[in-house]
């Protein structure tokens, strides 16, 4: 669906036809078509990060034991962890315990993988709402005061904030602000995590930094090219001239009828930037000592601890996944066309 093509019809939802709401016929085939279409992408996924980890140099089972374990302990281990079958019987034994919920144990710690992963995954979620939600208001902010007056003050300095922000990676920023923030000037943590349970204050503190590089890197983007759909409006789109004519106030023009068109524009660039995040957080989480999804599959990686790496993986995959199906359940809440299977232009 085209962002273009959405631009006139938000005035026309009182016209839609009656039953077809959210968890109407249409919407559920919208969402059942994207379900199939995400098992293949699943399966590739979790299919491709197995052969690269066979791939890896050295044995998990020697790095387990020791560089002074004898061949025979090596080999009794890997007979124990199911390291000694076929590729093809450990992917399907893998696959297997997917589906039936059976997974294997960690190879490095020996717990349930569950128990590994869930403080894990509720840290890197913290995270990432944390980050989308900042984002998204920094990014609307600027973005309406800077299309208010295209090439203005407020628009020549985001401008060139994000040109800054969009060419250089998102670690060097991390490390400036570690330096600034938390060497030089002291104000917060530069390693660590606090739990929000066992003391809020510190708890922001502690991920002020990883959010603030996080947002900046988002917004960056973002915001460009939110300011860029809302200067086009204002300056191309026929509905936006009929509501000057008839008095509608300039706030009220870029607020109530080109912001509300371009919300198509935000939530796709913030629909495809999850799988962004996701793969900055692993960064950043090594930086700044957060025990979040990212350090967890770096650390597996390391250990070869296949077991624990591959369901990470999936679980980031699926993340990416899901992002894509709620971004195509808002469009269908805020266009009635699409939620009544009408073509969007």
């Given at each position: ?168 990676p998102h670690f060097v920023f991390a490390l400036v602000l570690i330096y600034v923030f938390a060497v030089f000037l002291g104000l917060v943590p530069a390693l660590g995590y606090v739990r929000l349970a066992d003391d809020p204050v510190e708890h922001f503190r502690s991920l002020a930094l990883p959010i603030a590089t ?132």
């Amino acid at each position: 669906m085209g962002v273009v093509g959405t631009r006139v019809v938000v005035a026309g939802v009182a016209g839609s036809r009656p039953g077809g709401g959210l968890l109407g016929s249409p919407t559920a085939r919208v969402v059942g078509k994207r379900l199939l279409q995400a098992v293949p992408v699943l399966w590739g996924t979790t299919f491709l990060s197995f052969c690269l980890l066979n791939l890896l140099p050295g044995d998990a089972a020697q790095a387990l034991l020791g560089e002074n374990a004898t061949p025979e302990d090596v080999a009794a281990l890997r007979a124990r962890l199911h390291l000694d079958l076929p590729f093809f019987e450990r992917y399907l034994r893998w696959l297997g315990g997917v589906l039936t919920g059976n997974l294997d144990p960690s190879l490095v710690s020996g717990q349930s993988i569950g128990v590994e992963l869930v403080p894990r995954l509720l840290v890197s979620a913290e995270i990432l709402v944390y980050v989308i939600v900042l984002s998204v208001l920094l990014t609307i902010t600027v973005a309406v005061l800077a299309a208010r007056r295209p090439r203005g003050v407020v628009d020549r300095i985001s401008i060139g904030v994000s040109m800054v922000g969009l060419s250089a990676p998102h670690f060097v920023f991390a490390l400036v602000l570690i330096y600034v923030f938390a060497v030089f000037l002291g104000l917060v943590p530069a390693l660590g995590y606090v739990r929000l349970a066992d003391d809020p204050v510190e708890h922001f503190r502690s991920l002020a930094l990883p959010i603030a590089t996080l947002v900046f890197v988002m917004f960056c983007g973002d915001s460009r090219q939110l300011r860029a759909d809302l200067v086009d409006q204002l300056e191309g789109e026929d509905y936006i001239r009929t509501a000057r004519a008839k008095g509608v106030p300039p706030w009220g023009v870029l607020l109530r009828h080109a912001l509300r068109n371009s919300v198509f524009t935000l939530l796709t660039v913030v629909g495809g930037q999850v799988g962004l995040l996701i793969g900055g957080s692993v960064v950043l989480e090594q930086i700044f000592a957060i025990p979040g999804m990212g350090q967890g599959l770096m650390q597996a990686i390391t250990f070869q601890d296949i077991p624990m790496v591959q369901t990470m993986v999936l679980l980031i995959a699926l993340a990416v996944v899901l992002a894509n199906l709620v971004t195509d359940l808002l469009y269908a809440v805020l266009d009635p066309r699409i939620r009544h299977g009408r073509p969007s232009s």
